[in-house]
């Protein structure tokens, strides 16, 4: 699941979200910790221009410190970016934050990447807005490089270049997963050609076979034969009645009922889902998080 608090959109953020903190991110990972979630995700950004504030708000917390805090109060769940705008930084430095954290979560890293979409942030740092495609993919493959078992990685590309530089300490996973958010075209292909994982942005139900053949089919043509772990954000849930206006997307009802929609989405080729709690206050999403991983999940396990 992405995390409440940590990045305040008005698409999804609730209510209750304006005035929680740290502590309330504390118990919602380690709910995630004692519920059997795979992961919980931060999202990245650095400054979002006042155009842009009313809908996406300005809090959008560091995922490395984020994540890194969490890290320390969970001992299981996997930490994951959701997504991290790799292009902002130069991999090297991108690598020595993510390897640490890795180093200090006993391996629970997964890196998800995304190339962004606010001019004015690439603006401010340096960075290519305009090439911010290109320069993903080649951050991308920077960072398998500079994410390796090797003290001093070497790297040459069109725009980075690095070798004879160490960094230590080393992640903990010999093989850190990348998984490449996005559903435009180039962001399909470029998850095909390059990622461990997939990870759509605001694909329905109905569109999702489409992609996923897109992606098998290019790595198909690529002759690329590893397995490629492949998600979906699922509809807001509530597992029960809520008894109050959850909207009109959101799925309710009883475990088995939730359990036999959310299967629809293994039956496409979707290997994990990522969920988000209706809720009013923190009580009532660890509460949705616990009835989930007790009543729902034991009916998506083979």
Known sequence: MQ???QSQSTIYAEGWEADAGPEDLVAIARAADRSGFAYVASCDHVAIPRRLAGPMSTIWYDPVA???FLAGVTERVRLMSHVAVVGLRHPLVTAKQYATLDHLSGGRLILGVGAGHVQEEFEAVGADFERRGPV?????DALRAAL???EYPSFQGERFAFSGLGQRPRPAQRHVPVWVGGSSPAA???AALRGDGWLPQGDRRSELPSQIAKVRGIREDAGI????VIGAITEALYVGEAGWETGRRTLT???EALAESLRAYRAMGVDQIQVRFRSRGRDELTDQMAAFGADVGPYLND
């Open 3 to 5: 995390l409440p608090v």
């Open 66 to 68: 984020t994540l890194s």
């Open 136 to 140: 993903l993919d080649e951050t991308i």
């Open 148 to 150: 390796g078992p090797e």
């Open 188 to 190: 399909v292909r470029r």
């Open 225 to 228: 034969v590893d397995p490629i």
């Open 253 to 255: 009802g009883k475990p």
